[in-house]
């Protein structure tokens, strides 16, 4: 079956636009995850979805930062007015629910902020 | 605080060689370890879980409470064991948000 992917894999905009990224998680998977990866700072959660709620907004960065999912399946997240230390991999990841169950994660999308 | 530390940004032994990926953890609770691994070109994945005390491609991690450790190893590397390695940990809500290490980047030479 197909794994979690997301698009676009690759994002090139200028700072102070906004972008939004997008993740398909695996069918059935009630839980998805949002985390950034980048060279400072590792990889950082930042956002979690019980079906369609976020319980756990705690690690976006800003309120620049937004996510949404809807019918328990795509999930978006939006960064405003982009800035250039927005610049990093974001990995999404799924698991059949929150807990300790396995995440299963995506291919990432490669911001790049000019 | 829940932290996990990796100290060693960069681990180069040789085909056959014993490897070891230290991770060390703050936790107020008990915890659940993974270690993840990102093979290059390839999405990051999980290889073992310290709940379910197995051995997956030849590697093993205990964790030790007393020291707050859950170091990884496998006696004799291979060179496609070369990929970075994460060690994580869930957070005391139980919501499976995971708190990674920064990072260990294994080199096996031949």
Redesign the interface.
């Known amino acids: 079956g197909a794994?979690?992917s997301q698009s676009p894999s690759n994002k090139v905009t200028e700072k102070g636009k906004d972008v939004e990224l997008r993740c398909d998680p695996i069918s059935g998977h009630t839980?998805l995850?949002w985390?950034r990866q980048s060279l400072g700072q590792?990889?950082?959660?930042l956002i979690?979805f019980?079906g369609n709620s976020a319980?756990?907004k705690s690690?976006l960065p800003s309120d620049r930062f937004s996510a949404e999912r809807t019918g328990g399946s795509v999930s978006t997240l939006t960064i405003q007015r982009t800035q250039q230390e927005d610049s990093a991999v974001y990995?999404c990841?799924s698991?059949l629910q929150?807990?300790?169950?396995?995440?299963?994660?995506?291919?990432?999308t490669r911001l790049t902020v000019l | 605080a829940q932290r996990v530390t990796q100290p060693e940004k960069l681990l180069s032994v040789f085909k056959g060689a014993p490897v070891e990926l230290k991770c060390n953890y703050s936790y107020s609770g008990s915890p659940e370890l993974f270690w993840y691994v990102q093979y290059s070109r390839q999405r990051l994945q999980l290889l073992l879980r310290h709940i379910s005390r197995e051995s997956i491609k030849g590697f093993t991690a205990d964790l030790n409470k007393g020291e707050t450790s859950f170091h990884l190893k496998k006696p004799f590397a291979q060179e496609e064991d070369s990929a970075m390695y994460y060690c994580a940990l869930t957070s005391s809500s139980n919501t499976g948000k995971l708190i990674f290490g920064q990072g260990t980047t294994l080199q096996v030479k031949p």
Do not use: K, W
């Open positions: 794994g979690v839980a995850y985390y590792g990889l950082e959660f979690y019980q319980p756990d690690g990995l990841a698991s929150v807990g300790v169950n396995e995440q299963f994660f995506g291919p990432g």
